[in-house]
């Protein structure tokens, strides 16, 4: 049990809608990460917060946003859904931003854009 | 571009066969190189971080090493509930982010 929980736990969208993913972090982490997985490879990068400001981002469009809150949890926006963002996402909390700490994923949301 | 490379991409061994899972990587300054575990359809689970060539960590059956280029997980004597897709992920200064590599699914069979 890694203490970060993510909801909802599976979702379909269609194509065209926007959909709001949630992540609640590990009690005392200050950075939220979310990354991108399809089916048989890697997670990907999207973009990182650290108290509340956007700290980093890969190579995602403008239509992946992001918010963090004060209590840490945090949100992943995608708009303009498309057929391959049909993935599974996951958030990473941390103590830090640097590479010093273990970041502790949650179980992700699987979404299947139709 | 940090890059992060797993072989092989599958792996099957028999109950108690040790063997060796291999993470190349290229990323500019390694601040990190991190092994989870991920369960199908599960968040990866944390098993080490290894921040410097030489540097050894162990837990269980598991033994992870670091070179300048290189990681490896060892598995000794494996067990069916070792089977998982190991992924390992390298944190650079410059990128400030975790590349992971594609993972390699492991079957242990009784």
């Known amino acids: 049990e890694t203490g970060v929980t993510q909801s909802p736990t599976h979702l379909i969208k269609t194509r065209g809608q926007q959909v709001t993913l949630r992540c609640s972090s590990q009690?005392?982490?200050?950075?939220v990460s979310w990354y991108q997985q399809a089916l048989g490879q890697g997670p990907q990068f999207i973009f990182q917060?650290?108290?509340?400001?956007?700290?980093g981002r890969g190579n995602f469009p403008p239509r992946f946003s992001g918010l963090q809150f004060p209590n840490y949890s945090s949100e992943l926006n995608v708009n303009a859904l498309e057929l391959d963002d049909s993935a599974l996402y996951l958030c990473?909390?941390?103590?830090?931003?640097?590479?010093?700490?273990?970041?502790?994923f949650g179980q992700g949301t699987r979404l299947t854009v139709v | 571009e940090d890059q992060v490379t797993q072989s092989p991409e599958a792996l099957r061994l028999q109950e108690g066969e040790s063997s060796s899972l291999n993470c190349s990587y290229t990323?500019?300054?390694?601040?990190?190189l991190f092994w989870y575990r991920q369960d199908p359809g599960k968040g990866p689970e944390f098993l080490f971080t290894?921040?410097?060539a030489g540097e050894e960590k162990e837990k269980e059956r598991l033994k992870a090493t670091l070179t300048k280029k290189e990681s490896f997980l060892h598995i000794t004597a494996p067990k069916p509930e070792d089977s998982a897709t190991y992924l390992c992920?390298?944190?650079?200064?410059?990128?400030?982010?975790?590349?992971f590599g594609s993972g390699t699914q492991l079957t242990v069979l009784p």
């Open positions: 917060y650290y108290r509340e400001e956007e700290n």
């Open positions: 009690s005392g982490h200050n950075t």
């Open positions: 990323v500019s300054g390694l601040r990190g």
């Open positions: 992920a390298a944190f650079s200064g410059s990128a400030r982010q975790l590349t």
């Open positions: 990473a909390s941390s103590s830090s931003t640097g590479g010093n700490t273990e970041a502790f």
């Open positions: 290894l921040y410097s």
